[in-house]
C-alpha cells in the first residue's frame, strides 16, 4: 500500500468507526497463518519511573509482503491515578512502513488493546464453543468486557442470553444497561447476578476478565461442553480458575507466552495437575487445522490468551489501511 507522506493520527472515534469485532475477528483468521511467522516481537521493554509507575515499550516489525509495517506500542501505567478519577494504563500506538521508516501513524492504544484482546476471544471461541451456545457468562465488568461480550456474541450468534458477575454488581448492571438500551444484538437479553455459584453452571461460553488472585471459576461447577475464556491474568501470582477447572477442560493458549505467564498454567504445571504437553495447541494452529479443537459437544475447553505484538501490528494494519481506503480519517 502507498505510504501517506505525512503521518496521520487516527481518534478514538475515528478507531470505532473503523473497527468492528466481526471484522478484526475474520482479518485475525485470515492473516494471523500466514504472516504470525514473519513478526518479530522481542521481549517487551519496562522502565520503572517512580516506585509506583512505569513505562513499557513494545515493539514489533514484519518481513511479510502483504504486512510492511513496523508497529510499537508504548504504554503508562501510573497506578495512583485512581486517586484522581483517571485511568491507570494509556497506551499509545505508532505505525512505520517497514520499507522505507516513514511514520504512517498513531492511534489509540488502549482502545487498539481491547479490540484486539476481545477479537482474539471472540475466534478462540468460534473455533472451540459449541455451535449451539445459548448463554455467556461475563465475569468482570471493567472495560474489557463490553468489548469481550461483543466479540462472542459475534462469533456465537446462537447466544441468546449474557448473564454479568462484577465484585461490584452496580458496574455490572450499569453494563447491562447500556448493553441492552444499545439494540445492537436483537433477541440477546443481558442480565446480572450476584452469585457466581448459581451462574457458572449455566455457562456455554464463560469469559473472565479480571485481576483475580484468588480462583472465580471452580471447575467442579463446569457443565459438560463450556467453553471457558480467560484473560485477566499476565502474571503467575494471578489466576482466574482453580485447577479442576485446568484438569477437566482441554486447554489451548494463544500464544507459547501463555506457558510461562498465566498464572492458572504456570501453578498448574508446577503442581502436576497438567504438563506443558498436555495443552492442546495455540490460535494458530488451531486455525490452520494442525491442531483439533471440541472434539465433541461433551468436551469442556479452556482458552488463555496472554496478547502478543502479533495481534496489535495485525490490528493496527486493518485499521491504518481501511482509514486510506474510505479516507475515515
Not at 447491562?176 to 433477541?187: C, D, I, P, V
Request: hydrophobic share 40%.
Amino acid at each position: 500500500m502507498a505510504s501517506n507522506p505525512n503521518p496521520i493520527f487516527i481518534s478514538s472515534d475515528s478507531l470505532h468507526s473503523i473497527l468492528s469485532h466481526s471484522t478484526l475477528i475474520q482479518h485475525f483468521h485470515s492473516s494471523l497463518p500466514t504472516v504470525s511467522s514473519a513478526i518479530n516481537t522481542p521481549i517487551r521493554q519496562h522502565y520503572s519511573l517512580s516506585p509506583s509507575s512505569s513505562l513499557l515499550l513494545m515493539p514489533s516489525w514484519s518481513s511479510a509482503p502483504s504486512l510492511p509495517y513496523i508497529g510499537v506500542k508504548l504504554v503508562t501505567h501510573f497506578p495512583q491515578n485512581s486517586t484522581i478519577n483517571l485511568p491507570g494504563i494509556h497506551a499509545n500506538y505508532v505505525l512505520f512502513s517497514s520499507t522505507t521508516g516513514q511514520p504512517l501513524a498513531s492511534m489509540d492504544g488502549t482502545l487498539l488493546t481491547l479490540y484486539r484482546t476481545a477479537s482474539v476471544s471472540g475466534l478462540a471461541s468460534k473455533i472451540l464453543a459449541k455451535k449451539n451456545s445459548k448463554i455467556l457468562i461475563m465475569i468482570g465488568a471493567g472495560a474489557l468486557a463490553p468489548h469481550l461480550i461483543k466479540a462472542h456474541l459475534s462469533s456465537s450468534p446462537s447466544l441468546q442470553k449474557v448473564i454479568i458477575w462484577n465484585r461490584t454488581i452496580k458496574k455490572a448492571i450499569d453494563l447491562a444497561g447500556t448493553l441492552q438500551k444499545s439494540n445492537e444484538f436483537k433477541g440477546v437479553s443481558f442480565e446480572t447476578n450476584e452469585s457466581l455459584d448459581e451462574i457458572v453452571p449455566l455457562g456455554d461460553i464463560i469469559s473472565c476478565a479480571t485481576n483475580a488472585e484468588t480462583p472465580l471459576v471452580k471447575g467442579e461447577r463446569l457443565k459438560h461442553g463450556a467453553h471457558l475464556d480467560l484473560v485477566g491474568s499476565f502474571r503467575e501470582t494471578m489466576k482466574e480458575c482453580d485447577d479442576e477447572a485446568i484438569k477437566r477442560g482441554r486447554v489451548y493458549v494463544d500464544n507459547e507466552a501463555a506457558l510461562v505467564e498465566a498464572g492458572e498454567l504456570v501453578g498448574a504445571f508446577e503442581r502436576g495437575v497438567i504438563g506443558k504437553g498436555d495443552v492442546g495447541g495455540n490460535l494458530v494452529e488451531l486455525i490452520e487445522g494442525k491442531k483439533v479443537g471440541r472434539n465433541d459437544c461433551e468436551e469442556i475447553t479452556v482458552f488463555k490468551s496472554v496478547g502478543s505484538g502479533v495481534v496489535d501490528l495485525l490490528a493496527a494494519q486493518l485499521v491504518y489501511e481501511t482509514c486510506m481506503k474510505k479516507n475515515k480519517c
